[in-house]
């Protein structure tokens, strides 16, 4: 499975952008789709997981409330909508996937995923 993720870019405090990520080579309906992101310096982090279908989904607590996970498995597409964003939410934004729904606590784990993206930059200015 290839992934592609796309839709970074430049942003001030409070705005929104909505990041795609395209899968090709493999069957997508089959895959639990997740968001990680990794600012220069720090840890890959995990953002936020949708399941096969879009009927589960969990995110990080830092993004709760103002990121949406959703998916068109018609499409091949998952996507990430990101609004009022802050400066701190900038990075470098990896989409990944897996053949598998596991627990809360190996979902957030980058070592769970299979298959990633080439990654997408987001910078939020103050």
């Known amino acids: 499975v290839q992934l592609q993720a796309s839709g970074g870019g430049l942003v001030q405090t409070g705005g929104s952008l909505r990041l795609s990520c395209a899968a090709s080579g493999g069957t997508f309906s089959l895959l639990v789709m997740a968001w990680f992101r990794q600012a220069p310096g720090q840890e890959r982090e995990f953002v936020g997981v949708?399941?096969?279908?879009?009927?589960?989904?969990y995110y990080a607590n830092s993004v709760k409330g103002r990121f949406t996970i959703s998916r068109d498995n018609s499409k091949n597409l998952v996507e990430l909508q990101m609004n009022n964003l802050k400066p701190e939410d900038t990075a470098v934004y990896y989409c990944a996937g897996v053949n598998a729904w596991a627990t809360e606590t190996q979902r957030v784990r980058p070592g769970l995923y299979k298959y990633w993206g080439q990654g997408t930059l987001v910078t939020v200015s103050s």
């Open positions: 949708v399941d096969w279908n879009g009927g589960d989904k």
